[in-house]
């Protein structure tokens, strides 16, 4: 799958532009993609947030603000830091960042989430947790 931009609507009713990097929640595959971000961005990692289940680091540059969230059933993804109040810089240091990452080729491969199967299919998402083995 490439790197899919989409629209993120916050509670509020705004809504908030992100890259989603990834659907399953690799810790390995967060890693590199911060480390390709940080030298690439020329950013630092200001804040690390690690729980059980997933994690939040703002990259902060001279430029703007980004925050990598990893969870555990949303999969990786990147959004300005200030969500739908984010100024010009972030929201172009996010173009940025699609470009740095597309040329690196960091994403994980399948072109759809498991919902997406599942419905394509016609089989129960809780067969696609089990890792029972599709037909």
């Known amino acids: 799958m490439a790197i899919l931009r989409s629209t993120f609507t916050m509670p509020d009713g705004g809504s908030c532009p992100q890259l989603e990097l990834a659907w ?3 810790w390995a595959l967060f890693d590199r993609i911060a480390g390709v971000l940080e030298v690439e961005l ?20 001279g430029s703007g603000r980004l925050t990598l969230h990893l969870q555990d059933y949303l999969g990786i993804s990147l959004y ?30 399948g072109s759809r989430r498991p919902s997406q199967v599942a419905r ?16």
């Open 42 to 61: 020329g950013g630092t990692w200001i804040e690390r947030l690690d729980g059980l289940d997933e994690r939040y680091w703002d990259l902060s540059t």
């Open 24 to 26: 399953e929640s690799d």
């Open 120 to 135: 394509l299919r016609g089989l129960s998402l809780v067969r696609l947790r089990r890792r029972e083995p599709l037909p």
């Open 80 to 109: 300005p830091t200030d969500g739908a109040a984010a100024d010009p810089s972030s929201l172009s240091l996010l173009d940025q960042a699609l470009m740095v990452l597309n040329a690196r080729g960091l994403f994980i491969a």
